[in-house]
């Protein structure tokens, strides 16, 4: 069933509860009024009675002819009185409300030969309690009709709007991110179109750097590709073909211990770079380091080994309570304070740069500030920026990057221990 026919149901219910009760206080009024109006009825029966006693030369038919709630009725001779037997609503009404003040008729015989018949009439009273009720049927009919006619212009005109916004979800769910409703009509209809362009241009902006983001990213694993097949190429391959010809030459030179014993250190040191060369290697894909090391000095260390390749001064001040963290989480750590130097030697242009990592209460704190040239905030995050919000939210944090021109680089994280 349609919101419409729902409604339309409740507002008729609603009526016809109302149109009871106030018929229910119609006729419960009306009850009232017609006994007071049949007592008054009664007494002018009782006065007529004795006065064509006395007096029936004053009981003349048109006299009587047009007296309201008494009925004088002339009888022929041998004509005997029939009451009428009413049928339809007007004998339902009068059974209603004179069921207990109905009053036989009284005939009289007058000295000078005429039979009257006295009675008291109810007719009058049913004919303006029938038509009050018929007015007030009618009234609450029309006041029905309009509502229900206002209810329909409405929620139509709400249901267009609905209807719009409905085909163009449909248009969002398949993709077409570039629809646009129309900023009109009532001031709610303006606020639902202005909030739903607000999304699909923040959805369309969202799916356009997204997609400029995987191209980056692959773009950066082709780089980390190249980069290590180049590493393992030119360098440790090097190596390794040192090694070999020279573990070839030591066949050679048996007999000849100068060129043998040259030909074993040389082979050491080969050995050697290539045994740096795999740390180096393994560092840059994985700090071995977490797995052995605590926090805080896996912060040193990473620190130590920055500023001794970059040449930038980096202090490091951590809490002396700072908890066990699960290796999950030193990793996802471990790499944003990573990106985040990396960010300063690429666009800081700093030369020095202070991390604090701070132990308070259940919450840590990660700060980190450079003397750089800073930038104009808020400025598209780019795959590094990106990848640290999305470490921030795993770590169920909240990160922070705050900069003005001349003033340097700060990044904030506050995350829950809880979360860890």
């Not at 009234?139 to 929620?155: E, F, G, P």
Request: hydrophobic residues 45%.
């Amino acid at each position: 069933m349609s919101a419409l026919w729902r409604i339309n149901l409740w507002v008729c219910g609603f009526f016809t509860l109302v149109t009871c009760a106030c018929t229910a206080l119609l006729l419960h009024q009306a009850l009232a009024d017609v006994e007071r109006e049949l007592q008054s009825a009664e007494a002018v029966v009782h006065y007529l009675s004795e006065t064509a006693e006395r007096d029936p030369a004053s009981l003349q038919p048109g006299l009587t002819a047009s007296l309201r709630h008494v009925r004088v009725h002339w009888l022929a001779p041998g004509e005997t009185l029939q009451a009428p037997v009413p049928e339809g609503l007007d004998a339902w009404l009068g059974r209603l409300l004179f069921a207990e003040a109905r009053r036989s008729a009284q005939v009289l015989d007058l000295p000078d030969g005429r039979r009257v018949s006295i009675a008291v009439d109810p007719r009058d009273e049913i004919d303006e309690v029938w038509d009050s009720l018929q007015q007030l049927l009618g009234l609450c009919a029309l006041a029905l009709a309009l509502s229900l006619l206002t209810i329909r212009w409405a929620v139509r005109r709400g249901m267009g709007v609905l209807d719009e916004l409905l085909r163009a979800l449909q248009q969002v769910c398949a993709g077409q991110l570039n629809v646009r409703l129309r900023s009109e009509g009532s001031p709610e209809a303006r606020q639902l179109a202005l909030h739903f362009n607000r999304m699909t241009h923040a959805l369309e902006q969202a799916r356009t750097d997204n997609t400029q983001l995987t191209q980056t990213l692959m773009a950066v694993q082709e780089q980390e590709r190249n980069h290590l097949a180049q590493t393992l190429h030119d360098d440790l391959g090097q190596y390794l073909a040192g090694i070999r010809a020279q573990a070839f030459l030591l066949r050679l030179v048996t007999d000849q211990p100068h060129l043998l014993a040259r030909t074993v250190g040389q082979l050491e040191d080969h050995c050697e770079h290539l045994q740096q060369g795999f740390r180096a290697l393994v560092h840059d894909l994985y700090p071995v380091a977490l797995q052995h090391l605590p926090v805080a000095e896996a912060f040193a260390m990473l620190v130590t080994q920055w500023q001794a390749s970059h040449g930038i001064d980096c202090q490091l001040r951590v809490s002396a309570d700072l908890p066990a963290l699960p290796g999950a989480s030193k990793t996802h750590l471990y790499r944003l304070l990573q990106e985040a130097l990396t960010n300063i030697v690429r666009h800081a242009d700093a030369s020095q740069v202070r991390v604090r990592l701070q132990h308070r209460g259940s919450r840590l704190r990660l700060w980190v500030r450079d003397n750089g040239r800073g930038a104009q905030t808020p400025q598209r995050p780019g795959v590094g920026l990106y990848s640290m919000f999305e470490r921030a939210r795993c770590l169920g944090g909240e990160l922070k990057i705050l900069s003005h021109p001349g003033a340097g680089w700060a990044l904030a994280l506050n995350m829950p221990l809880e979360a860890l």
